[in-house]
């Protein structure tokens, strides 16, 4: 089992509406999660950070975190043309490691 | 610019040959770390550093791979033999340890081993 599970995708969603993207852990003793987006050919760029249980709100971005189930999402609102790449699940583990997921390309088309 | 910086861009190399990355990191980030990234999948952890101090490599990386941060700034990554298999981009971040978990990382240098 990976330590950090995403589904690949694509992820396809009109514009306007909401993309919902998911990802499991597996070490429960993890205690920060994020969220990267990666353009083709470029870097990942981190979007979003969540420590506690519950939603936070950024913008069109919400990240939602339930450790009991230890599952991480990522909603966008509103999606955008522009909000096309992949987004990378990643979570501070064991050895305060940063460990990602494989990513989900999501596709927004106009 | 201030951000994380690698050299070079692209690498092309033939089976065998030994190859040398650099990453130069945000000046006042004192922890540096290496990933890799095939096409298709998120980054591999391979190694980090505080200072100049390696406090982690990847189980999985195989001892033809070496990470140096001599003097705690830059950093370079050396390749021996270098395989088909490693084929890859390789991603240099960094962060601050004082401050948000944030790693920032550099464009990545693309190895293409023929």
């Known amino acids: 089992q990976k330590e950090v599970e995403q589904n690949s995708g694509p992820l396809s969603v009109p514009e306007g509406a909401i993309a919902s993207l998911n990802c499991t852990y597996s070490?429960?003793?993890?205690?920060?999660f994020f969220w990267y987006r990666q353009y083709s050919g470029k870097s990942p760029e981190l979007i979003m950070s969540?420590?506690?249980?519950g939603d936070k709100e950024d913008g069109r971005f919400t990240a939602q975190l339930n450790k009991a189930s230890q599952y991480v999402s990522l909603l966008i609102r509103d999606s955008q043309p522009s909000d096309s790449a992949t987004y990378l699940c990643a979570v501070v583990g064991a050895g305060n490691m940063l460990t990602f997921g494989g990513g989900t390309r999501l596709m927004v088309k106009p | 610019d201030t951000g994380v910086s690698q050299d070079p861009r692209h690498k092309i190399t033939k089976r065998g040959q030994n190859v040398t990355f650099r990453c130069d990191p945000i000046?006042?980030?004192?922890?540096l770390y290496w990933y890799r990234q095939t096409l298709g999948q998120g980054p591999e952890f391979l190694t980090y550093f505080q200072n100049e101090a390696q406090l982690e490599k990847s189980r999985l990386l195989s001892d033809r791979f070496s990470a140096e941060r001599p003097k705690g700034s830059f950093s370079t990554l050396e390749i021996q033999r270098t395989e088909q298999g490693d084929s890859a981009m390789y991603l240099c971040a960094s962060r601050d340890t004082g401050g948000t978990e944030k790693l920032f990382f550099g464009s990545g240098t693309q190895l293409s081993v023929l």
């Open positions: 969540i420590y506690s249980n």
């Open positions: 070490d429960r003793g993890s205690q920060s």
């Open positions: 000046s006042e980030h004192n922890r």
